[in-house]
Structure formats: C-alpha cells, structure tokens
C-alpha cells in the first residue's frame, strides 16, 4: 500500500498503528475487527483516494462524519502536508478520534465536535471535503457546499451506481452552487466489488440560506422534486 500511493517516511507505521487501535479499542465506531479486513475496508479503500491528484493537492480537508476517522485518518496520514479537519456531532466517537490521533501520531488533524450544518467557522474554508457512509448523495452535497472554499472539491464514496440518487444529487447540486464533475470507478484492493469516488466541484458562491438548521438536509432533501 505505501508503496502503491508513494506514502512518506513513517506513514507505514502510522498506518499500522491505525489498524492497531482500529482493531483493538473496544469503542472503536466500527464492526471491522479483523486486522486484515480492516486494512482492506478502512485504509485501502480510504488512500484509493490517492489516486486523484484533487487529494494530493489540497492543503485543507474536512472528513464529514468522521465516525472511525475513515477516510480522514488515512488521508491525515498520507498528506502530512494538509490540514484535516474530522468533523463528528457525537461524543462518543470523538473520544474515539481523540484517542486514534494520539496513537497514531498525527499532527495534522484535529477533531470538530460539532453537527455540520451549526459548523460556522468552517464556512468557506476547505479545499476538499469527504464523506463515507455518512447519507444520500444530495443530502451529503448540501452538507459540503457552504464549507467549501471557491473552486474546492467534494469527493463522496459509495458502493454499487445508483442513478435516482445521483439524480437526486446534480438537482441539488444546481441550487447550491455546485457541478457534478466525474464518477470514478476503483478497486482499493482485488476483492472490492462496485466502489466508485463521486466528484462535485463548487463552482459558485453557497446562496443564502445554507446551511439550512440542524436535520433540514434530511428531512426536507433538495433536488427530489
């Protein structure tokens, strides 16, 4: 893997430590607990991100949902250069990230306790923003839109095309000053089956009115009608 993406001195054994903590921490937010699993499900599939200069390149990323800290912690790890931001609404969790940051290191990261949407000192500030297993594609689109800087990116990882809900997403996205951009299938490791990294690009300023208050995205999605 590190040799795969071009990791720098000391990520193979931030990575390690990572899985380690992934594993073993009984309040770790995740069912993975098998060391090879884990490896596969949370890092492969987090730096297959790699592989798109946008991540590279950035020198701001906010990890929406951060949960585990996948893909943020990886992503961390892998650009020492960038300033990642996991952003999390429950405590639990960030105790979690608090701990993994720790155990691993990292000192370009920095967890945010906070929902998205009440997030005001984010707004306009990253350059990238990723999502995991977080919520429907145009809900996630509403989320990311007003902390994204002018000409930043949003990348989402899902599984299996799901044309409704990318649908859904581009009506969504026109409202909110954002353009779908690419679809990019990838395999992280051989076994993974329909992973795809969805690409939207914030190409006008966020209008008035976002981000809508706490649990809106949701229960009122744009883009349906």
Wanted: hydrophobic share 45%; charged share 20%.
């Amino acid at each position: 893997m590190t040799k795969r993406h071009g990791l720098p001195a000391g990520a193979a054994g931030q990575l390690t430590s990572l899985v380690r903590v992934l594993v073993d921490d009984p309040l770790a937010p995740t069912a993975v607990r098998e060391p090879l699993k884990a490896v596969d499900d949370h890092l492969a599939d987090s730096l297959v991100a790699l592989d798109l200069g946008v991540v590279r390149s950035a020198s701001t990323i906010a990890d929406l949902g951060s949960g585990a800290g996948i893909p943020g912690l990886p992503l961390a790890i892998a650009v020492p250069g960038a300033e990642v931001a996991l952003v999390e609404s429950i405590a639990r969790r960030c105790a979690f990230l608090e701990r993994a940051l720790d155990a691993c290191g990292i000192s370009n990261a920095r967890v945010v306790q906070t929902r998205v949407e009440a997030w005001t000192d984010g707004l306009g500030g990253f350059d990238l923003v990723t999502a995991r297993a977080l919520a429907p594609l145009g809900v996630v689109v509403e989320y990311a839109a007003p902390i994204l800087r002018l000409g930043g990116t949003l990348m989402v990882w899902r599984g299996r095309r799901d044309p409704r809900d990318e649908e859904i997403a581009s009506n969504a996205a026109a409202e909110l000053g954002m353009e779908p951009r690419d679809i990019v299938s990838v395999q992280p490791y051989p076994a993974a089956k329909q992973r795809h990294l969805h690409l939207m690009s914030k190409v006008t300023e966020t209008p008035r009115g976002f981000p809508r208050r706490a649990g809106m995205a949701l229960k009122r999605p744009l883009g349906v009608g």
